[in-house]
């Protein structure tokens, strides 16, 4: 068989398992494509000649972040197809050991890449197309601009930028395959399912010690940037404070996660009449596995999400804050809209696409585990309840802290922009908080449903 | 003594249009409380199907089976849940621990999905445990035991819940054969002691030895059956052999 029809029908056949690669690919490509189109969208006709000119800027800057952007959005494709060559190592090793050369089984993942890559990249340009139209109304719409005519827009060049990016990382990802596949031995391959995890037990006084001291730190950070306030950007004698705020900030998130699986244990299973209770403890010493595996990732979740928190919401107010200043200046609100809304939600999606995969990486070692629980007689309903509760906590879990981070962030940021122009707080708090359920509530839901029906699917 | 399990006229057949397989062709059987019955025959004699069928996993294609006077094969969704956790114990091949809770955590499981009181849980595993001697094991996680270990705990999570009927499916298949004695010895006191009613399916003419009574299967459907009696187990142990060669000699 040529590798172009097995290629085919592995994609067909593991659709699954490719879904949320699929679903990440097409979310960046589409996003790429919407702001990196703004430059030639209908909206513009009704700016003046200087306002265009300013938006020509803010189009430049936009080709500056989006270096950065597809960096990140690069590093996102690779994580996940590492855990989708991972499921993948069992089915390499069969077709080696039937026989077939390495080239071939290399061309096979190539085709493979290849299809999925093109299939995304096609879908994600065609809904970055169509959203970039709703984009330039909705723009006009916030601004309080007039739309004189409407046409519809395609941008050739952001077009253009998207293949090539995406398309350069493709090849990242296929030389990565490729590269991967050859150094793997044959055993490594077959029984690449058969992992034995030892885990490393902290002893349970310890991690509740280091999470006390992980909550010391965030609350030293915490006090330290709002003693030194805005001050601490501007004047030297401040800056160490500022310095040893963020050092301790990020020092305590990841102490946080180091932690936070154990003293979450040793809290509720010193209540027995929960612990005892239905699968709880069965749930809590699965969050706790994974929390115990995941921390490091789980921390720069934590920090993503932060990022993502502040710039989103202190871009929608400084953009709404430079418009009640000067009318004039709508330009410029519309350029630090675009670029804050950019990076917060390539953040937003970043973080979460993380969570979805590590999380449904896991969903076959979990399905023998559901399997078992199914004969002793545990009902579908208590299934489907603890598989909601990992996920929700462990979606949960990064989001709630950066949240906490976020809120003393803006609140020491928002005191240098109120002396400018005061902030509406509230429609802040509002249009980011709608952006983060929307987005982060979806992959949590999208992820919540594939687990449990590859929990359930058996029975 | 009370029939606690009484199988009629079970029949089981896979696929259909032309390409039917007859796993099951009418069985027939009665298992009393306090008994240790074993199931023995070749691959594909049915006998793994059967076990399937008894304990709610698979559905007979005709036929009844009663647990202590109840038709399973009447039951649906829910009660069917309700009725593996309540009435029946398993005991798997590979154990079927789960790696990431302690030996006792597995063993309070079986009764934390049957709703068994949480403060009472405690006190319950302990009990059992006392009963199979594995109280120094029950901190460990199953990585750390031996096979032999792993399955003990598997048993007492099994009788946990003081079901009616045990299943076990090869359950000295993974053991050297000293853990596996020490294994069928510990059920013969569950068996003498706490009046389980164990069905054991097996291949093994050894591990069949340990049982009172045993069931031999060919081609779907009861071929003999053989009663310990006063046989010490060695002269047990014979007769076994002796039905094992009639049948082709596979079922070894």
Redo the contacts between chains.
């Keep these: 068989m040529n590798p172009f029809t097995v290629a085919v029908r592995n994609v067909r056949k593991s659709f699954r398992d490719y879904g949320i690669y699929f679903l990440t690919v097409m979310l960046g490509v589409a996003l790429f494509y919407i702001f990196n189109s703004i430059n030639s969208q209908n909206i513009m006709v009704d700016l003046g000649r200087d306002e265009l000119m300013k938006m020509v800027g803010v189009g430049r800057m936009m080709d500056t972040l989006s270096y950065f952007v597809v960096t990140i959005l690069a590093f996102l494709i690779l994580y996940a197809n590492s855990f989708l060559i991972r499921r993948r190592k069992k089915e390499m090793g069969l077709y080696t050991i039937l026989g077939m050369k390495k080239r071939k089984i290399s061309s096979i993942l190539m085709w493979e890449t290849f299809l999925v890559g093109t299939l995304s990249l096609a879908v994600g340009l065609a809904i970055g197309v169509f959203l970039s139209q709703g984009m330039a109304l909705l723009t006009a719409k916030i601004f309080g601009l007039s739309i004189t005519r409407f046409a519809f827009s395609f941008s050739v060049d952001a077009l253009y930028k998207s293949v090539k990016y995406f398309g350069i990382t493709f090849l990242v990802v296929t030389a990565f395959n490729v590269i991967n596949l050859n150094r793997q031995k044959l055993p490594e391959l077959l029984y690449a399912d058969k992992k034995?995890?030892?885990?490393v037990k902290l002893p349970l006084w310890a991690s509740v010690t280091l999470f006390i001291l992980s909550a010391g730190m965030l609350a030293a950070a915490y006090c330290l940037i709002t003693g030194a306030g805005m001050n601490g950007f501007f004047e030297e004698a401040r800056r160490w404070a500022l310095e040893a705020s963020i050092l301790l900030g990020i020092a305590g998130t990841f102490l946080f996660f180091f932690a936070l699986s154990g003293f979450f244990l040793k809290l509720i299973s010193g209540i027995?009449?929960?612990?005892?209770?239905?699968?709880?403890?069965?749930t809590l010493?699965?969050i706790?596995?994974k929390i115990h595996t995941t921390w490091i990732s789980m921390s720069f979740v934590c920090l993503m999400l932060f990022l993502s928190l502040t710039t989103f919401s202190l871009g929608t107010s400084m953009s709404i804050a430079i418009r009640a200043y000067d009318v004039d200046e709508t330009a410029a609100a519309v350029g630090v809209t675009y670029i804050t809304t950019y990076i917060g939600i390539v953040f937003l999606i970043s973080c979460a696409s993380v969570l979805a995969v590590s999380q449904l990486s896991e969903a076959s070692d979990n399905q023998t585990?559901y399997a078992?629980?199914?004969?002793?007689?545990?009902?579908?309903?208590?299934l489907a309840s603890s598989v909601f509760k990992q996920n929700l906590i462990y979606f949960a879990a990064p989001l709630i802290l950066a949240i906490v981070h976020a809120f003393v962030a803006v609140n020491v940021l928002s005191s240098m922009v109120n002396a400018l122009a005061t902030l509406n707080i509230f429609a802040m708090c509002v249009i980011t908080g709608g952006v983060v359920v929307l987005i982060y509530g979806g992959y949590f839901l999208t992820t919540y449903r594939n687990a449990r029906k590859t929990a359930l699917r058996e029975f | 003594m009370q029939t606690i399990l009484k199988v009629r006229d079970l029949e089981k057949v896979y696929g259909g249009r032309g390409n039917v397989t007859h796993a099951l062709r009418g069985i027939s059987f009665d298992v009393r409380q306090g008994e240790y019955v074993g199931v023995m025959g070749a691959s594909g004699s049915g006998k793994t199907t059967l076990l399937n069928c008894v304990?709610t996993?698979d559905t007979a294609t005709a036929g009844t089976i009663l647990i202590e006077g109840a038709d399973v094969t009447k039951l649906k969704?829910?009660e069917l849940?309700?009725?593996?956790?309540?009435k029946?114990g398993?005991i798997f091949q590979d154990y079927?621990l789960?790696?990431?809770?302690t030996a006792f955590?597995n063993i309070?499981?079986?009764?934390?999905?049957?709703?068994?009181p949480?403060?009472k849980?405690?006190q319950r595993v302990r009990e059992v445990a006392a009963q199979l001697s594995i109280e120094d094991i029950l901190d460990k996680?199953p990585?750390q035991m031996s096979g032999g270990q792993r399955q003990r705990i598997a048993s007492a999570?099994a009788i946990v819940t003081n079901p009616a009927l045990v299943l076990a499916d090869e359950p000295t298949g993974a053991l050297d054969s000293k853990s596996a004695r020490a294994l069928l010895e510990s059920f013969r006191a569950m068996v003498a002691e706490l009046q389980s009613t164990i069905l054991v399916v097996t291949h093994d003419p050894f591990s069949a030895s340990y049982c009172d009574r045993i069931l031999f299967m060919r081609d779907g459907k009861l071929f003999t059956e053989l009663v310990r009696g006063t046989d010490n187990r060695k002269a047990f142990f014979d007769k076994i052999i002796e039905v094992v060669a009639v049948l082709g000699g596979e079922a070894a």
Excluded at chain 1, 272 to 282: Q, S, V
Excluded at chain 2, 81 to 86: E, I, N, S, V
């Design positions: 034995t995890t030892q885990m027995k009449r929960i612990y005892w209770k239905n699968l709880n403890a069965f010493k699965q706790n596995s585990r078992l629980l199914f004969k002793l007689g545990a009902s579908s309903k208590m | 304990s996993i969704g829910g849940a309700h009725f593996r956790c309540h029946l398993f079927n789960l790696d990431t809770m955590e309070a499981l079986a009764l934390t999905i049957a709703k068994y949480a403060k849980t405690e996680y990585i999570r």
